[in-house]
């Protein structure tokens, strides 16, 4: 009587579990931009605030604001340090440390640039400011190039 009672348990648990994990997925699948990575959770936050930083930089009645912004950047690009980008696992492993190093030196130097951003913003030179947020897409441009995976192939 109790190996039945036992037998019927397992069963029951091995069919409720695939239906469980589905329930688990669904969500996560379905969720809008979901960052696929922790990389790319810190990626997102430094999204969110540099889109409202971009559109208040030169208002210097938001600077109080602006240095939030630029706070919740330097956390995320600092905290993004930890991790390494995907793409790593796509290169031959000799190349691997280069890749992860040369990753690590341009975060430092958008760091820095983020920093001297922080400084503007505290003297009021919100002209000199505009410019660094401009500098700061231009780095995040080549450095997407040069270490964010691929979603597809460029050329044809
Ligand atoms: C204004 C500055 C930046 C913004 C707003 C930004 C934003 C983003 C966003 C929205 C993603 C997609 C995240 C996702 O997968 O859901 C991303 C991915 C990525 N970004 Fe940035 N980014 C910036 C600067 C940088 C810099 C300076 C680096 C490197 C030095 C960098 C390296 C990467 C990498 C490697 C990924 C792919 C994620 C992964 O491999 O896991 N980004 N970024």
Redesign the pocket.
């Known amino acids: 009587m109790k190996l039945r009672f036992l037998t019927f348990s397992l069963i029951s648990a091995l069919v409720a579990l695939p239906m469980l994990r589905a329930q688990e997925d669904g969500p996560k699948k379905m969720g809008p931009?979901?960052?696929?990575?922790?990389?790319?959770?810190q990626?997102?936050k430094?999204?969110g605030a540099?889109?409202k930083l971009g559109k208040q930089i030169t208002d210097a009645t938001k600077n109080e604001d602006s240095l939030k912004l630029v706070a919740t950047?330097k956390t995320a690009?600092t905290a993004?340090l930890k991790?390494?980008?995907?793409?790593k696992k796509d290169l031959p492993a000799a190349d691997q440390a280069k890749f992860v190093a040369d990753?690590q030196a341009?975060?430092k130097?958008?760091i820095a640039t983020v920093d001297k951003l922080d400084a503007a913003l505290k003297a009021n030179d919100n002209a000199t400011a505009a410019k660094l947020v401009d500098e700061?897409?231009a780095?995040?441009k080549e450095?997407?190039k040069a270490?964010?995976?691929q979603k597809e192939k460029k050329k044809a």
């Open positions: 931009k979901e960052p696929k990575t922790e990389l790319g959770e990626m997102e430094m999204g540099y889109k950047i690009a993004a991790f390494e980008p995907i793409k990753y341009k975060l130097e958008f700061m897409k780095l995040s450095d997407h270490f964010e995976k």
